[in-house]
Structure formats: structure tokens, C-alpha cells
């Protein structure tokens, strides 16, 4: 068939209709790709030695472009969750602040008044009259959960005894939350302290006891939905020039519906020595709000144990169960440094705190239980079960399997 192209083929050359306008219809031509007409172009399918070199240039620039930019990305999906968070709670009586506003709010951070892992704390004041506590989350990582938690949290409520969010600041990835100013510091400062302790009696100590339980029992009960703090400590426990309590730091905090009796929970959440068992092992029971109420009593046997003077504790022996023992034996009625009525106090602080301890959910009491009892004279108070009982070292109470009891507790509780 014409054209043919069996001569071009044999000279190892393309073969192609005649482009001369002379020719006739059906002429061929044959040509070489490398030695094209002047001015004649490559069509798309003469250029396939291209096409490798343009993808390797495209897959360089996409992994350089993925390793240099990867972790803004992260940052920039973290903001709009936020941004998202904070758009959707407009509605807040906290204010926003840019980080401008909260630099001037502190004088340039000027007065520090704390540090932690979150970062520093700075004093600062709205007015003349109203100071303020700015918490500067320099070292703030994560997915913005704790930052959310908070604002969430303490953002939408108001207790006499839950710290109040003034404002926060999410400028960028600058982070800050601004705190009312509460001028005594924490109740770890007082109960830690001989000079500070000194100022508070018992009458002063159950106060602030029953402040705490309230403010939690609020939180559990009081609000639109459940918190559950999860880190209930004295250090999280702060003083206004009153000598009030309020609960503060919600960035562990949790929230359920109050039909929820139970939380679920991927790792384990809080301070050791205030943790509850089952926080850290499903093996006691299942995570609640009763969670909190055994790191309230162990708030309560620790306010106890640092204001006992003169207690020949060894360093070995577990604190709560040397009181327990000592209130079994009805020794602790015999406060020789304490006065007046401070010894029922004492025993009512330490009776309360020992069924919020109990090591299983089940066995504490509500936190509304627990505010009637600390409102209560102490007299009708039962005395709790004991959750020391050990054999052998190992727990024989319930289904622990012969766990040995000085290495659970190791993992959660301190010795006074």
C-alpha cells in the first residue's frame, strides 16, 4: 500500500507523509529526529526522554517541600482546631487577648511569680485595683487538648472555690491563660512549710477542707456536664487573701454527662502519690469521678500529717496506714501538742480522709457524702474499712492476685 516506507525503515529513519507543497498526495518523506527542518518543533511523542527527568525534578520538590514544611503543617492543624474551639465558645465572659495586650498586662513580665512544665507564671493587673496571674505557656507542645481542657472547663463556670479565668490568649502559637491573682500561693507552700504552717490552725484547716470538697462536689454535680479534674493535689489548690481554696489547673480534666458512671481512658493521667489505683490499673475497678475523691483524701491525710509535729514516723512505713493504725488504737485522740478541740478535728479530717482511700471506687464515698461529713461534728463518723490489710505483703482484700502491696504503692502514693 502507498506511501511506503520500507526505504526509510532499511536507512534506520522516520518515515512521514511529504510536507512539500509540490509533492503529491500520497509522496513520503523520510526524516531524522535529530536533525529536524529549522524550524520545526518536536511534537508531544518525540519528547518521551523528558518525561523521566520531570517526575524525578516533581517527587524532589514534593519531599523536600514535605520535610521542610511537615511540622508547621502540624502546628497550623492544631491552630484551627483552637481557632475552631475558640470561635465556637465567642459566647465566653472570659476575654481574649493578643500577646501584645498580655505583655502590657504584666509590665513586660516583669513580676515572675512561679515556674512549672507548662511554663512561667507572671503577676500582673487589669487596673490599679485588679490583679491578675498570667500563666505563659512558653513550653506548650501537643495537639492543644490541655489548652482547650482549660478554657473549656473553669471558662464557662464560676465557683467561690474554683479559680476564675480571667481571659486567654491564642495568638499564634503564643499561648496564655489569665488567672485572678490569689496572693497566698498554694496550699503545698502551707502545709510544707513550718513558718507558714504556723499561721493556720485546725479551724482554718478544716475550712479550707470543706472549701475543696464543695468546689469539687461542684464540679461533679453542679455543672452542665461532669469534670473530673484528675489531678486534684495541694499544689493545685490555691489561697486568696481569705484563705479560701480554689481548685485551679484543668488541663488533665475530663468531661461526661452525669448519667456517665464511667470514663474511659487511654493512659494514665496525673501526680503520683494522688493518683487513684484504678487511674492506673483497670485491675481495681473502673475510672470515675470517684477518682477524684481519693486524691482528695489524700489531700486531706497529707494536710494532717504536715501539720502533726513530733510524729516518730519511720521512713519505711506508708503514712496513711500509720494513721489508720494509730486511729484504730484511738491513740489519735491523744494530741499532746494540739489544744482545745483540735484533736476532733484532727480525727474528723483523718476519718474522712481514710473512706475517700478506700482502694476500691465502690467502697468511697460521693463527694457529697464526703461535704456532710466535714460539715458534720465528726461524732457519728464510722470507722472506715481497713485497705491496708496485708499478708505476706500482698493484699489480701478483693481480687488483687497476691500483688505485692509496698510496690503498688510505690507507684501511687508518697509517704508523708
Keep these: 500500500y502507498e506511501p511506503s516506507c520500507r526505504k526509510c525503515e532499511e536507512n534506520g529513519t522516520y518515515c512521514r507523509l511529504s510536507r512539500s507543497n509540490n509533492s503529491k498526495l500520497k509522496e513520503t ?24 527527568t520531570s517526575l524525578f525534578v516533581l517527587v524532589v520538590l514534593v519531599i523536600a517541600t514535605y520535610f521542610i514544611h511537615g511540622t508547621s503543617n502540624l502546628k497550623k492543624e492544631d491552630q484551627v482546631k483552637i481557632e475552631r474551639f475558640l470561635e465556637n465558645y465567642r459566647d465566653l465572659k472570659s476575654t481574649r487577648y493578643t500577646f ?43 495537639n492543644g487538648d490541655d489548652f482547650i481542657n482549660e478554657v473549656a472547663t473553669i471558662g464557662t463556670i464560676y465557683h467561690v ?65 461532669r469534670i473530673l479534674h484528675f489531678d486534684i493535689k495541694p499544689h493545685n489548690i490555691l489561697l486568696d487573701k481569705n484563705f479560701i481554696p480554689k481548685i485551679s489547673d484543668f488541663g488533665l480534666a475530663k468531661l461526661c454527662s452525669k448519667e456517665q458512671s464511667i470514663v474511659s481512658m487511654t493512659a494514665a493521667r496525673g501526680t503520683v502519690g494522688y493518683i487513684a489505683p484504678e487511674v492506673f490499673s483497670r485491675n481495681f475497678g473502673n475510672v470515675s469521678h470517684k477518682s477524684d475523691v481519693y486524691s482528695f483524701g489524700m489531700v486531706l491525710l497529707e494536710m494532717v500529717g504536715g501539720r502533726k509535729k513530733n510524729i516518730d514516723v519511720s521512713a519505711e512505713v506508708y503514712f496513711p496506714e500509720w494513721i489508720y493504725n494509730r486511729l484504730n488504737c484511738e491513740e489519735v485522740n491523744n494530741n499532746e501538742g494540739e489544744e482545745g478541740g483540735d484533736a476532733k478535728i484532727v480525727k474528723k479530717l483523718t476519718v474522712v480522709g481514710l473512706w475517700c482511700i478506700q482502694w476500691y471506687p465502690g467502697d468511697r464515698p460521693s463527694m457529697k457524702a464526703v461535704v456532710q461529713m466535714l460539715e458534720g461534728d465528726g461524732d457519728t463518723l464510722g470507722m472506715p474499712p481497713n485497705p491496708f490489710s496485708t499478708t505476706n505483703g500482698s493484699i489480701t482484700r478483693g481480687n488483687m492476685g497476691g500483688r505485692h502491696f509496698s510496690t503498688t504503692l510505690e507507684i501511687i502514693s508518697e509517704s508523708d
Excluded at 33 to 48: F, L, S, V, Y
Excluded at 111 to 137: F, H
Design 29 to 52: 518523506e523520510c526524516f531524522d529526529i535529530r536533525k529536524q527542518p529549522r524550524g520545526e518543533t518536536k511534537r508531544p511523542h518525540d519528547q518521551t526522554g523528558l518525561i523521566p
Design 100 to 142: 501584645a495586650e498580655i505583655k502590657k498586662l504584666t509590665h513586660n513580665f516583669k513580676d515572675k511569680l512561679g515556674q512549672g512544665g507548662y511554663g512561667i507564671v507572671y503577676k500582673g493587673e487589669l487596673s490599679k485595683d485588679v490583679p491578675i496571674a498570667a500563666k505563659i505557656l512558653d513550653n506548650f507542645t501537643g
Design 161 to 225: 472555690n474554683v479559680v476564675r479565668l480571667v481571659g486567654y490568649c491564642a495568638d499564634g502559637y503564643k499561648k496564655a491563660l489569665v488567672y485572678e491573682y490569689l496572693p497566698n500561693d498554694s496550699l503545698e507552700k502551707f502545709i510544707s512549710s513550718d513558718h507558714k504552717r504556723a499561721s493556720l490552725g485546725w479551724e482554718k484547716l478544716q475550712g479550707i477542707a470543706l472549701g475543696i470538697a464543695k468546689g469539687i462536689e461542684y464540679l461533679h454535680q453542679g455543672c452542665d456536664q
